[in-house]
């Protein structure tokens, strides 16, 4: 227990301090780009407003979780599939803070990787969804604005001073956010201390994860049970320093904080059985594709 311990403290020491510039870089995104200009490019078909929706879902500071009332709203203001799709992906795939985490804990070849591998696997998945027929269906929007009621063409443009903006970036950095991902956070890095601290864990990585099996298990495991990206970076860290290879933690890096139950369950209420089956095989086989290719370039 004592090593476990001083194994947590060593990740806290290194994760912290990129952590706390993650989040205040995270509270000026959201506190500086207006909805309503990230709403106009979402809803035409093509490449375009795929690309659009998976960029902006690199940099929003949103968890998987809340993405998803995003995502539903995208969907019932007019946007195409393709694009909440790659919204989807995008989103949780990454973040500031876990890049920034990812170049502290496990080197900047790995935070680059990520980066590029979330923009391809959210564009590619995307462009799938672009290409499936789907017809929305007709849900009523609970509007949360009062003006919006009285006035139809609303535009959500609320002026602040610049000590307001000030104020309200910092509460969401360092208030809002960590209240939303903080359990997931302090998970991820127990889960972290505990496979690097239990000799029979790593005996186990290193007897049955350095070849093709970790891959299987990165699926399986990324699957099943879901972790924010910051916290994925400790985990996949520890993983690896007890033998699985780069290319699966790479690939559990990617998948891992894309699905969860309450993605499933989304997905399948709001565009049935089909489609979730489409999104989840397109993001296993694309997870395994970058992994293999990152495994390649690493080695």
Same mark, same amino acid.
């Given at each position: 227990?004592?090593?476990?311990?001083?194994?947590?403290?060593?990740?806290?020491?290194?994760?912290?301090?990129?952590?706390?510039?993650?989040?205040?870089?995270?509270?000026?995104?959201?506190?500086?780009?207006?909805?309503?200009?990230?709403?106009?490019?979402?809803?035409?078909?093509?490449?375009?407003?795929?690309?659009?929706?998976?960029?902006?879902?690199?940099?929003?500071?949103?968890?998987?979780?809340?993405?998803?009332? $995003?995502?539903?709203?995208?969907?019932?203001?007019?946007?195409?599939?393709?694009?909440?799709?790659?919204?989807?992906?995008?989103?949780?795939?990454?973040?500031?803070?876990?890049?920034?985490?990812?170049?502290?804990? $496990?080197?900047?070849?790995?935070?680059?990787?990520?980066?590029?591998?979330?923009?391809?696997?959210?564009?590619?998945?995307?462009?799938?969804?672009?290409?499936?027929?789907?017809?929305?269906?007709?849900?009523?929007?609970?509007?949360?604005?009062?003006?919006?009621?009285?006035?139809?063409?609303?535009?959500?443009?609320?002026?602040?001073?610049?000590?307001?903006?000030?104020?309200?970036?910092?509460?969401?950095?360092? $208030?809002?956010?960590?209240?939303?991902?903080?359990?997931?956070? $302090?998970?991820?890095?127990?889960?972290?201390?505990?496979?690097?601290?239990?000799?029979?864990?790593?005996?186990?990585?290193?007897?049955?994860?350095?070849?093709?099996?970790?891959?299987?298990?990165?699926?399986?495991?990324?699957?099943?049970?879901?972790?924010?990206?910051?916290?994925?970076?400790?985990?996949?860290?520890?993983?690896?320093?007890?033998?699985?290879?780069?290319?699966?933690?790479?690939?559990?890096?990617?998948?891992?904080?894309?699905?969860?139950?309450?993605?499933?369950?989304?997905?399948?209420?709001?565009?049935?059985?089909?489609?979730?089956?489409?999104?989840?095989?397109?993001?296993?086989?694309?997870?395994?594709?970058?992994?293999?290719?990152?495994?390649?370039?690493?080695?």
């Amino acid at each position: 227990m004592p090593h476990f311990a001083h194994v947590f403290v060593h990740y806290l020491y290194e994760i912290l301090p990129a952590l706390a510039i993650g989040f205040f870089i995270s509270g000026l995104v959201h506190e500086m780009i207006p909805e309503d200009k990230v709403l106009k490019y979402l809803g035409t078909g093509g490449i375009e407003p795929v690309f659009y929706a998976t960029l902006i879902g690199t940099l929003l500071p949103v968890c998987c979780w809340g993405s998803l009332p $995003i995502a539903v709203s995208f969907h019932k203001k007019g946007a195409k599939l393709g694009p909440v799709l790659a919204f989807l992906v995008a989103t949780p795939a990454t973040s500031i803070s876990a890049l920034l985490v990812a170049y502290s804990v $496990i080197g900047i070849k790995f935070a680059v990787y990520i980066f590029f591998a979330v923009i391809i696997m959210g564009v590619t998945i995307g462009l799938i969804g672009n290409r499936i027929k789907h017809v929305p269906k007709n849900i009523p929007e609970k509007i949360p604005c009062p003006h919006c009621e009285t006035d139809p063409g609303h535009i959500h443009t609320h002026e602040k001073k610049l000590k307001d903006r000030i104020v309200s970036a910092l509460k969401y950095a360092y $208030i809002d956010l960590p209240k939303e991902i903080g359990l997931e956070l $302090i998970i991820g890095i127990l889960l972290a201390a505990g496979v690097a601290t239990f000799v029979p864990v790593g005996r186990l990585i290193k007897a049955y994860l350095g070849g093709w099996i970790g891959y299987v298990f990165s699926i399986v495991f990324g699957i099943v049970m879901y972790i924010c990206s910051t916290a994925t970076v400790p985990l996949v860290d520890s993983l690896m320093r007890q033998g699985m290879n780069s290319g699966a933690g790479m690939t559990l890096l990617l998948i891992g904080p894309v699905t969860s139950y309450g993605t499933i369950l989304v997905l399948r209420k709001e565009y049935g059985i089909k489609i979730l089956a489409i999104f989840l095989s397109s993001l296993i086989i694309i997870s395994l594709i970058l992994g293999f290719g990152f495994e390649l370039i690493a080695s």
